[in-house]
């Protein structure tokens, strides 16, 4: 007895998916455990798993599609059973993969025209009933473009024209065109993902719903940098992975977020919920795009904790394995532009939350230490919040005890 294949829930907020890959064909021989398929939602990609054995025998929805959670997306049939592959659709005017169909000008029936060969088209102004076809199968190639368009055009005799009468002196107007390079110029479309489209609406909503405000400081990396220089073989040695600066701020931000709760709340309908707990977004470029996965009850986790869980977080993000739960919720984002390079930026709040740090690039500056001109490694920072319940003057205070927390390490083991 057939059994079916269905979009399992992934979490409350997520009643719809992406089909990303099938990782198998109508025919295969399936174990349970088996990864079937790669599905997209609007938070993560994860696999549909086998939870029987058998041979797939249908497919029931392809890559691209949008599928409902609990849907049937596949059949396994009993092992043993003989299910013939899936045969290949025929081409139609709507369905065509492979070019675009136009009429055959030799045969009255339909011509295949290939991509590269309708961009000739287009570059030549022609149309595909002025070509012959050569390709296999009356498909229309590139080639067969070209070579229409270098064949000599019959020329015709002149008609006789009349002299120009002499025109009045007139203003001279020159138009000069700049033509195009040489060689094919590309044009490519692609869907949004699934991904990138709740990306879109978030940052959209917390443009439009909160009343953003951004302020920005500098921090003296000298002794954050000096303290991980003097530590860093030992910490290697005991945890196996190495100390970066991220956990510094984690911790000075956890720091100033209990000084300053406001900064860790949220607006719900006419209320403002406060959290006695940090639940620290981290933003990571994922493989597919931005993903902010969450490290709970970060405050209660020492140096090692913080940049254990920011590693196993990273990894997955850029494999494509997180779970809807490392995602959902978070009361405070920290995005950190300067591993790409940012020297300044203004980031945007993670709806419903109400503050985003946004670390940058270190660069040696030139600062007046003591009455006298020193280089000195420096970072811009940016705390962009919700004015609705954060104050200038909170926002301020907030960003200047980070400052101290990271000027002066110490601060963050005495937690003063």
């Known amino acids: 007895m057939p059994v079916e294949v269905k979009v399992p829930s992934f979490g409350d907020s997520i009643v719809e998916v992406v089909i990303s890959q099938w990782f198998k064909k109508v025919g295969d021989t399936i174990a349970p455990d088996d990864d079937l398929v790669e599905v997209e939602s609007e938070k993560s990609t994860l696999p549909i798993v086998a939870t029987h054995g058998g041979v797939l025998q249908e497919i029931l929805a392809q890559p691209g599609e949008t599928v409902a959670v609990g849907s049937v997306v596949a059949r396994l049939a009993d092992a043993g059973t003989a299910v013939a592959p899936a045969a290949p659709a025929a081409a139609t005017p709507a369905t065509a ?32 009933s002025d070509v012959t076809a050569s390709g296999p199968g009356g498909r229309l190639l590139k080639e067969d473009v070209l070579k229409h368009s270098s ?15 002499k025109p009045a002196p007139a203003a001279v107007s020159t138009v000069i065109s700049t033509p195009a390079p040489a060689g094919e110029r590309v044009i490519r479309r692609q869907p949004l993902t699934t991904i990138r489209k709740r990306i879109a609406q978030r940052l959209v909503e917390a443009q439009h719903n909160a009343a953003l405000l951004t302020t920005f400081n500098e921090i003296d990396m000298s002794a954050a940098m000096a303290l991980r220089k003097e530590y860093q073989d030992k910490f290697v040695e005991k945890y196996g992975i190495k100390l970066g600066f991220m956990s510094f701020f984690v911790k000075a931000t956890i720091n100033a977020l209990l000084a300053y709760p406001a900064i860790n709340a949220e607006i719900q309908g006419g209320d403002v919920v406060m959290h006695d707990y940090v639940d620290m977004g981290i933003a990571v470029g994922g493989g597919k795009g931005l993903v902010v996965p969450v490290i709970r009850s970060a405050e209660k986790l020492s140096f090692a904790e913080i940049e254990m869980s920011i590693n196993k977080l990273a990894k997955r993000a850029m494999e494509n394995s997180l779970k809807p739960q490392d995602l959902e919720g978070g ?79 110490l601060r963050l083991m005495l937690e003063v």
């Open 97 to 128: 993969t492979n070019g675009t169909l136009a009429p055959s000008p030799s045969s009255g029936g339909e011509t295949i025209v290939m991509p590269a060969a309708a961009r000739a088209l287009a570059d030549k102004g022609l149309s595909a």
């Open 151 to 165: 064949a000599p055009a019959p020329t015709a005799a002149p008609a006789a024209q009349p002299a120009p009468a």
């Open 331 to 409: 009361t405070f984002t920290i995005s950190n532009g300067g591993v790409y390079g940012s020297l300044l930026s203004t980031p945007i709040v993670n709806p419903p939350q109400s503050g985003v740090l946004g670390m940058h690039s270190i660069q040696d500056r030139a600062m007046v230490v003591n009455g006298q001109i020193v280089a000195r490694p420096m970072m811009y920072v940016a705390l962009t919040y919700d004015h609705r319940i954060v104050d200038g003057k909170e926002a301020v205070s907030f960003l200047k005890r980070i400052k101290e927390c990271v000027e002066s390490p």
